[in-house]
């Protein structure tokens, strides 16, 4: 499948002194800067989320890495959770990036891209919040981190959010900057 940008597995097996290591990748490891649009969704989502009396969610690059990745599949496969083989599709994106994760979640949406992306922030959360699934994922207390994706094409705008709860170490903690 075609993606406007990688989506970074963060894999690499190297020989060290005879043997065989895991490391990060170098692409990996760089820095996920997030676009106004991605900082507006992100800054919504935690600002419901504090109105319900849900606690804060950490954003971790890896998860924005999966989320934009979810984004770019989208024109293609649709905005659907589901591959051909019936698994979540958004799986196979957190274990390539190696995000450690006891649950995971994902709300998904497609507009035409008529207005700024800026600009319909608040109306696509709004509408999250109206759908029962979205909605629990949203507002679930149990997730810990959380990863947004805006990605523009096709005369459309894809919007990911995908959520994490994580019991131990948070991979994709590094490279992240918020503006």
């Known amino acids: 499948m075609p993606f406007e940008r990688p989506v970074l597995s963060g894999d690499r097996m190297e020989r060290r002194e005879g043997t065989m290591v895991r490391s990060r990748s170098p692409l990996a490891a760089m820095p996920v800067v997030l676009s106004g649009a991605e900082e507006r969704f992100l800054e919504e989502q935690q600002r419901v989320r ?56 994902e709300n998904i949406a497609a507009t035409a891209g008529e207005r700024r992306a800026e600009d319909d922030v608040a109306r696509i959360v709004e509408l999250m919040l109206a759908n029962p699934s979205q909605r629990a994922n949203l507002l679930d207390p149990g997730y810990t981190g959380l990863g947004v994706g805006v990605v523009e094409g096709g005369g459309a705008r894809y919007w990911t959010a995908i959520f994490v709860r994580s019991e131990g170490r948070m991979a994709g903690d590094r490279g992240g900057q918020r503006q």
């Open 50 to 105: 504090a109105a319900a009396g849900a606690p804060p969610l950490r954003w971790l690059p890896a998860l924005t890495r999966v989320a934009r990745g979810r984004c770019d599949q989208m024109p293609i496969a649709g905005p659907v959770h589901f591959a051909a083989g019936g698994e979540r599709s958004y799986v196979p994106l957190l274990e390539a990036l190696d995000v450690d994760f006891r649950a995971a979640g």
